[in-house]
């Protein structure tokens, strides 16, 4: 009988293991790049909520956003927080359905960003005499602080350079 001509078992090997290191190699450049998008996103969505917190903060008698009716007496919240942010507002920084009479502040964002590590948009909110935790553990998407007018992200792990997500 004639012989056909096929491929070695040898030959079929090193092409599995050549088609298994280019997977690998092009999983890894995928990787690194949604990485970096991810970071770029913390970044630019960090400076925005540090903007806004200003932005409010100056409208309304210098009182930062988060105090439940713009009342410095009482502890912060997360839901005057993102209520504050996301709605109309008077200068006391009562609340209301945009296009409410006498709520001409904001809305400053449509809603809250999530964070792009852990999917959660959760603001972990902070008294006036606490301190930053020394280190993020996931658990919200944002840390804030009223009081210092400062918020970070809640976000472990750190960039190529070695600066922590939370130091954003």
Do not use: C
Not at 75 to 88: G, R, S
Not at 97 to 103: H, I, Q, S, V
Request: charged share 20%; no cysteine; glycine share 6%.
């Amino acid at each position: 009988m004639p012989r056909t001509k096929a491929f070695t078992l040898v030959e079929i090997l090193i092409v599995v293991v050549l088609l298994a290191l280019l997977a690998v190699i092009a999983v890894a450049a995928v990787e690194k790049t949604t990485t970096a998008a991810k970071e770029s996103a913390l970044a630019h969505d960090l400076q925005m909520l540090r903007r806004y917190i200003l932005v409010y903060e100056s409208q309304h008698l210098e009182v930062a956003p988060g105090y439940p009716n713009g009342q410095t007496d009482q502890q912060p919240a997360e839901q005057a927080f993102v209520d504050q942010i996301t709605t109309a507002s008077d200068k006391r920084g009562q609340t209301a359905p945009r296009g409410t009479p006498g709520f001409n502040l904001g809305p400053y964002l449509q809603r809250m960003p999530e964070n792009p590590f852990n999917n959660k948009s959760t603001v972990q909110m902070l008294a006036d005499g606490d301190q930053f935790p020394a280190d993020a553990d996931n658990t919200h998407a944002w840390i804030y602080k009223a009081a210092a007018s400062e918020i970070r992200a809640d976000t472990t792990g750190a960039d190529e350079s070695g600066k922590r997500y939370y130091d954003y």
